[in-house]
């Protein structure tokens, strides 16, 4: 089974930025789509943003623009970076393998954005 652990989440001021870091374990990371999602209290999980092994990316409305997500092969790590950050983004955010049949979360990482 592959392991995902995520880094890089804590407190941040309003229109400040983080960078969150997901490494991941086994060899099929280069060939997986990896994403981020989040959950605040009382909501659904959201899809954040993807990336392919080819490194189409996707991301919901409501970060475009504002966040970047990336991968590095070799290091077998999916990156996202987060400016210009709103208390609205305050969430615990999930790494997310996909693999044909393949599907793996990480345990999660707190970003809280408050003054």
């Known amino acids: 089974q592959a392991q995902l652990v995520e880094s890089g989440g804590g407190l941040v001021q309003p229109g400040g930025s983080l960078r969150l870091s997901c490494a991941a374990s086994?060899?099929?990371?280069?060939?997986?789509?990896m994403g981020w999602y989040r959950q605040s209290p009382g909501k659904q999980r959201e899809l954040v943003a993807t990336i392919t092994g080819g490194g189409s990316t996707n991301y919901a409305d409501s970060v475009r623009g504002r966040f970047t997500i990336s991968r590095d092969n070799a290091k077998n790590t999916v990156y996202l970076q987060m400016n210009s950050l709103k208390p609205e983004d305050t969430a615990v955010y999930y790494c997310?393998?996909?693999?044909?049949?393949?599907?793996?979360w990480g345990q999660g990482t707190q970003v809280t954005v408050s003054s």
């Open positions: 086994g060899s099929i990371f280069s060939i997986a789509r």
């Open positions: 997310n393998m996909n693999a044909m049949w393949l599907d793996y």
